[in-house]
């Protein structure tokens, strides 16, 4: 034994030396960078929408803007209209949402990855994609009519609700299905014991087990919908909604504080739905420590019809997608239907720069933006405890605005002359920021849930054998939250490459993204064209989803953990 | 004295977890906080450590105070109930991440590890990843790495509770020895009055955030001061004072003065002695087997008494038997549970 031998490795010691407490200073810096960039980039241009929305014509303040879209049928046309059509897709998307969660968790038959990988994919591209779709399907030239002759108006709400229904069916899925895989086991081992038919199990365990989950998403649902831009804009017809009249005020008459005024008035059914969505999520229940799986077992009765109805949704979702596909490779569109590339040969001006540039941005915002959240995850953990309450409501506010109201609060912001931050107009960083903004709440809450996880007692360790906050966030914090950082990251940068509501305001004819160029291209009537600029966003989202499945195998590979993920 | 706390005070809102603590631990020492969860032992430790801030009090260690210092200027090494190695290094990054950090060269962390995991008897495990080692392997890796900076304390958060009864019982004779070795002064927190009277030179016994009484493990249990401290020092037979007066007189000759109320009769179950005797006043009501020996449950004139015996099947359910209890056998405590004492 020859410990006495070494010399003793600690010369950090040292009460006098100690004054300056490095600790604290970083503390400070990991909290204030992302709380400066939440009040200028967050804070600031909400105030100044609001402001913007009770200024006059003449420059004074006043509520005569508001008397003014009160009083016109127009806005309370497209207030009942969204209303209408944000119940009706809650509705469909929830029930259609149980439907695949309840199957996928609750029943055995195979085929289960594939439902899986197919119900994301309205959330691996822009919204308006689902339109493209149900236009290639359903409308005028579609399949459906060159087939069957049979001719319907896809135009307005019935194409707009199973626009919507496609697009908000991943997120309800996702929600329920976590409320399900968190049903305890034994729980039905016992209702099984004492006598309950699954049918009574299903009405009395599951169900009542569910319901905040269901609700829950059905507020997400909701808030998706009524925020929606891209579907309303293509398949919407002359159903106007509150998005494509902000978008109307705003590009068609160059009324902004009109915009701010109907802005403020989408905001405030979506910050009421996210209030109640957060209350839901907090009273559904955490699975108990030592709670054991479900493993279903096959019922004939109960899975043979979950099979099938499972079926038909996938079919719908994965149809809408694959025609945008097909229809991008064919000559023209229903006349001559053999196959071609010129569509991939984008004719509007830029062509494909917009994709790169979104690429570019994506990239920055998702770097960005993890950077940041994971700062003020650090940050957090040493901040004095009354900072921390309002800070994490803060953090979760960007969630209740819709991007659109996001998107126009920036050009009103960041497009005046009054501050220095007029800098940033027109430039691709604002448009990243945006993205990253408009965001924040999932990436921030996504980083909490891995910084829930994380024992004290690894940084207290860490803290003993003399590690400073730098280190153990370093060393420590972040390998062990790498997986929801990784997972951040691509989220950001998946979002940011199919956006459309918040950057729509921020393009200049200098400065595209992605989501903008296919609407321009569909505007443009070269919806061929829009289809092939689609695919090739969706490739990208494609092979950036692949590369996060590979870096987190990667990771969970080499610790040899199953902790991870 | 080496470390010392003196007039420890915390409390989180209306909970008071410590109530003007002092301790101390001497060079080399091996000492036990041992109490009931919620005592304030831990609250103790994380002060001690830096990782809990005192409302009142000093920490200081070779007379220097260490009060605002932070945990990681203390030099002290810990290891948790629940392991805690960083799940993302190797067992040798995490033995040397302490020197690491001191900026020692690395071939002198290399050969600091391996002989760390000689010390340990885990050679071969460099490499692997926490997550592929087993409960006990985990935890010997981060008393490992609790010692390699050579720590002025070492400071023991249950670390046993979470193991199997097997591996803990080897982790605690390793524990002692690497101790004893290495004279690294420790504190060790438990719950568990026998890995306390198996391990510590000294323990001090908490209750309700006070020390209620420290020393040698013999004297806390031989000599326990208060009735909490004879009741959570293994089994005793309390019996009250008018009950001794009345059928044990003799057993009072050992009794200090003071109120009926302020003293109770402390009798171990190894102490009172049985004898056959069909005339006798107690009764055996259950016999448990514990293996080395059998645990009897009378029913007597002094109460209900819990007896230990190591002889053989002398006696079955209602035998008769008479009993004798020595009077240096009956220790009398301080009844602090009926608020007279103390």
Redesign the interface.
């Known amino acids: 034994m020859t410990q006495a031998t070494l010399p003793r490795p600690i010369p950090s010691r040292g009460a006098k030396s100690a004054r300056f407490d490095g600790d604290k200073a970083l503390a400070l810096i990991c909290v204030g960078v992302p709380l400066l960039g939440l009040v200028l980039f967050f804070l600031y241009p909400m105030a100044i929408v609001f402001l913007r929305s009770i200024t006059t014509a003449d420059g004074a303040y006043g509520l005569s803007n508001y008397a003014e879209v009160l009083g016109s049928s127009g806005f309370w046309r497209a207030t009942r209209h969204s209303m209408v059509m944000g119940g009706a897709t809650t509705l469909l998307s929830v029930t259609l949402g149980f439907i695949i969660a309840h199957g996928l968790y609750r029943c055995a038959f195979r085929g289960k990855r594939l439902i899986r990988a197919v119900i994301i994919l309205p959330l691996l591209a822009p919204s308006l994609v689902q339109a493209l779709g149900l236009i290639f399907l359903l409308g005028r030239n579609g399949l459906v009519n060159q087939i069957f002759g049979i001719e319907m108006e896809i135009y307005g709400f019935w194409g707009l609700l199973i626009a919507n229904t496609l697009y908000a069916l991943p997120q309800a899925v996702m929600i329920i299905g976590a409320a399900l895989v968190l049903l305890d086991a034994r729980t039905y081992e016992a209702a099984e014991v004492m006598g309950a038919s699954p049918l009574l199990q299903f009405r009395d365990l599951t169900l009542p087990a569910a319901r905040f989950g269901i609700l829950n998403a059905a507020f997400v649902v909701f808030i998706i919908t009524i925020t929606d831009f891209g579907n309303a804009a293509v398949i919407g017809g002359d159903y106007s909604v509150l998005a494509t009249e902000i978008y109307a005020q705003v590009i068609g008459q160059r009324n902004f504080n009109m915009g701010a005024v109907v802005g403020i008035m989408l905001l405030l059914p979506t910050v009421a739905a996210y209030a109640i969505e957060r209350r839901a999520m907090r009273l559904q229940g955490r699975q108990p420590a030592n709670a054991q799986r479900f493993v279903p077992s096959f019922a004939p009765l109960r899975d043979l019809p979950m099979a099938g109805l499972s079926l038909l949704i996938c079919l719908a979702v994965l149809s809408v997608i694959a025609i945008v596909f097909y229809a991008s490779f064919v000559r023209l569109w229903p006349y001559n239907m053999s196959l071609t590339l010129k569509h991939y040969n984008i004719t509007l001006a830029g062509g494909y720069s917009s994709l790169w540039v979104t690429t570019w941005i994506s990239l920055a915002a998702a770097a960005g933006g993890t950077f940041l959240v994971f700062l003020l995850a650090v940050g957090l953990r040493r901040a004095p405890a009354i900072l921390v309450q309002p800070l994490q409501v803060l953090a979760a506010m960007p969630a209740a605005v819709p991007g659109m109201v996001l998107g126009l609060a920036y050009i009103l912001t960041f497009n005046s002359t009054a501050t220095p931050l007029y800098l940033l107009y027109g430039t691709a960083a604002l448009i990243g920021i945006v993205n990253f903004y408009h965001y924040h709440t999932q990436a921030f809450l996504t980083v909490m849930t891995g910084f829930r996880q994380l024992p004290e007692a690894l940084e207290e360790a860490a803290s003993s054998l003399g590690a400073g906050l730098g280190r153990v966030a370093v060393n420590i914090i972040a390998p062990f939250v790498a997986p929801m950082l990784i997972s951040v990251f691509f989220f950001l940068f998946m979002r940011s490459m199919v956006t459309l509501s918040a950057v729509v305001f921020l393009t200049t004819p200098d400065l595209s993204v992605a989501a903008v160029t296919i609407m321009r291209l569909d505007d443009a009537g070269l919806t061929s064209q829009a289809a092939a600029f689609s695919c090739a966003v969706m490739a990208v989202v494609v092979a950036a989803l692949f590369g996060m499945k590979a870096v987190l195998a990667y990771l969970g590979h080499r610790t040899g953990s199953g902790s991870v993920g | 004295m080496y470390l010392s706390v003196e007039n420890a005070t915390k409390t989180f809102g209306k909970f008071t977890a410590l109530d003007d603590v002092s301790i101390s631990i001497e060079k080399g020492e091996f000492v036990c906080l041992l109490g009931p969860s919620g005592c304030g032992k831990t609250t103790l430790l994380r002060i001690i450590?830096?990782?809990t801030e005192t409302d009142a009090g000093t920490v200081s260690v070779e007379g220097?105070?260490?009060s605002?210092?932070?945990?990681?200027?203390?030099?002290?090494?810990?290891v948790?109930?629940?392991y805690?190695l960083?799940?993302?290094?190797t067992v040798a990054e995490n033995i040397g991440?302490?020197?690491k950090?001191?900026?020692?060269p690395n071939d002198r962390i290399a050969a600091?590890v391996r002989?760390l995991l000689d010390?340990i008897k885990m050679p071969t495990l460099a490499d692997?990843?926490?997550?592929?080692l087993s409960g006990g392997q985990q935890q010997r890796i981060?008393l490992a790495?609790?010692i390699a900076?050579?720590p002025r304390v070492l400071?023991l958060d249950e670390p046993l509770s979470a193991l199997d009864a097997k591996v803990r019982a080897d982790l605690r004779g390793e524990i002692r020895h690497l101790q004893r070795?290495?004279g690294i002064p420790t504190l060790m927190v438990t719950h568990d009055q026998e890995e306390a009277l198996a391990l510590a030179d000294k323990i001090i016994c908490m209750n309700h955030g006070t020390v209620v009484q420290a020393g040698p493990p013999e004297d806390l249990y031989h000599r326990p001061a208060t009735r909490f401290v004879a009741d959570f020092m293994g089994t005793s037979n309390l019996i009250e004072t008018d009950v001794i007066r009345r059928v044990q007189p003799k057993l009072l000759q050992t009794r200090p003065n003071g109120a009926d109320a302020e003293y109770i009769a402390c009798i171990r179950p190894e102490h009172i002695d049985l004898t056959p005797d069909a005339e006798g006043p107690a009764t055996v009501r259950d016999i448990s087997f514990l293996g080395n020996l059998k645990r009897l449950d009378l029913d007597s004139p002094l109460g209900p008494l819990q007896v230990e015996t190591h002889g053989v099947d002398m006696f079955s359910p209602g035998d008769r038997l008479s009993l004798a209890i020595a009077p240096d056998h009956c220790v009398w405590v301080r009844d602090d549970l009926t608020g007279a004492g103390a």
Not at chain 2, 68 to 78: D, E, H, Q, S, T
Not at chain 2, 101 to 104: D, F, L
Not at chain 2, 128 to 132: E, G, H, N
Request: hydrophobic letters at 45%.
């Open positions: 450590a830096g990782l220097e105070t260490l605002n210092l932070p945990a990681r200027k203390r030099g002290f090494g810990i948790f109930q629940s805690s960083f799940p993302n290094m991440y302490g020197l950090i001191r900026g020692a600091r002989e010390l692997k990843f926490p997550a592929q981060a790495r609790a900076v050579d400071l070795s290495l």
